[in-house]
């Protein structure tokens, strides 16, 4: 029997999505927005997806509007393009046989909203809210956000035999929400963690940060170790002690290259086991290479070593990672203002260039003006050498002469 409750506001985004709503009930089939963003809703928290459901078919669909994409055709998802912002309008249906624990190798569509909801993975994502703020729960989903309580729709081994990846979401969740995941739905993830290695990993690697992110964080990777999901993602199964220290501390991360520097700093890692983790993560490039100057630089704060060169090769950012990273406060006082303070932020602020420099007759073209180049950059950054031309030709010139 459904829950009706009446909500107090529709927040902007909906409201600009209600003439494809009412547009498709005048013409006589149900239209409802769906999943995340009616949970966030109703918690108030930022909405970022603004999903649709409806009993119209795809192609049923696409005959009411005038400029449609067919972006999921057969999962039965349709984006209509009239009202300026696209938004992707997915017709009730039921799905089976999940051979690779993730993709349903069957889609059939329905013209019942209660099928639709059944299929979806946890309780506080499978309501309905419709154009006069009227919220559908079948299956308890408001009660068990009023209890901050994550629940699988149903029997939680069918839910993630369906679709594995479902209990990083529920980690994830719990990690965002600052909620505890259900006893039967806990005990199904670590009944069924190793399908997660049957997941593409960059899926996981989605999951894992978002609840790396999360406001409870430790409290997600205490999870990850309880159910083994841990075991099944790269890397991590080698290295549970630190993991387990990690999760015994708070810790507030802002962005992805602070999620892996927590990583492989705790592990220990150098530049080159830095970025074999991270092409296991499928991670971007420009993050491994960040990671790195991060970490670089987080093994000089903990030798108290940081010199103006470590502060000056991890960039800007990369200082401000480290200071969020690292536990003792009292170590990294003071690092952004020793940042701010060099004489040069980057090699294009040395007040000479090596085409200057073979003008003046201080050299010729050769492979050796890189290293002249090189030597001048240094050490303006360390301070021994004014950043003025005539002091860099000088310098350039007793460099030479010295080799």
């Known amino acids: 029997m459904a829950i009706i409750v009446q909500m107090v506001e529709i927040p902007k985004e909906f409201h600009e999505a209600l003439p494809i709503l009412q547009k498709i009930e005048s013409a006589g089939y149900e239209a409802y927005f769906v999943g995340g963003s009616v949970r ?18 795809p192609s049923e669909v696409k005959a009411l509007f005038k400029r449609t ?6 999962h039965g998802t349709v984006m209509i393009l009239d009202h300026g912002t696209g938004y992707e309008v997915t017709t009730f249906r039921t799905e089976s046989g999940y051979q690779d624990y993730r993709r349903p190798d069957h889609v059939t569509f329905v013209r019942s909203l209660k099928e639709d909801l059944k299929r ?8 309905a809210l419709a154009e006069n703020g009227q919220v559908t729960d079948l299956f308890g989903g408001l009660s068990d956000m009023r209890k901050h309580i994550i629940r699988a729709v149903g029997d939680p081994n069918e839910r993630f035999n ?10 994830r969740f719990a990690s ?22 049957k997941i593409a990993v960059e899926r996981s690697h989605t999951e894992f940060v978002k609840m790396m992110l999360g406001s409870d964080a430790n409290h997600g990777l205490k999870i990850m170790i309880q159910t083994n999901l841990y075991q099944h993602v790269p890397i991590l199964g080698e290295h549970l002690v630190q993991l387990r220290q990690i999760a015994d501390t708070d810790f507030t ?8 520097a927590l990583l492989a700093f705790k592990f220990g890692f150098n530049s080159q086991q830095i970025t074999r983790f991270l092409k296991r993560w499928k991670t971007a490039n420009k993050i491994i290479n960040d990671v790195i100057l991060t970490v670089e630089l987080l093994f000089a704060i903990q030798r108290g070593q940081v010199t103006n060169l470590t502060l000056y090769h991890a960039g800007s950012e990369n200082v401000d990672n480290a200071i969020a990273v690292f536990a003792d406060q009292s170590k990294t006082t003071g690092l952004s203002e020793r940042y701010n303070r060099l004489a040069i932020k980057n090699k294009h602020q040395l007040k000479i260039t ?9 050299l010729k073209p050769s492979p050796q003006l890189g290293q002249v180049l090189n030597y001048l950059e240094q050490n303006v950054v360390a301070d021994k050498i004014n950043n003025e031309p005539e002091d860099l030709v000088q310098a350039a010139i007793d460099f030479l002469n010295e080799d």
């Open 40 to 57: 966030d809703t109703i918690l108030k928290r930022p909405i970022h997806d603004v999903d649709i459901a409806t009993s119209a078919y």
């Open 69 to 74: 994409v067919d972006t999921g055709i057969e």
């Open 120 to 127: 979806r993975d946890f309780t506080i994502n499978a309501l």
């Open 162 to 171: 369906e679709d594995a990846l479902r209990m990083m979401r529920a980690v």
């Open 176 to 197: 965002q929400l600052d909620f505890k995941i259900e006893d039967a739905t806990l005990a199904g993830i670590a009944r069924h963690s190793q399908l997660l290695a």
């Open 253 to 260: 991360l802002t962005n992805e290259v602070q999620v892996w």
């Open 354 to 362: 090596g085409g200057e420099l073979i003008k003046r007759g201080v």
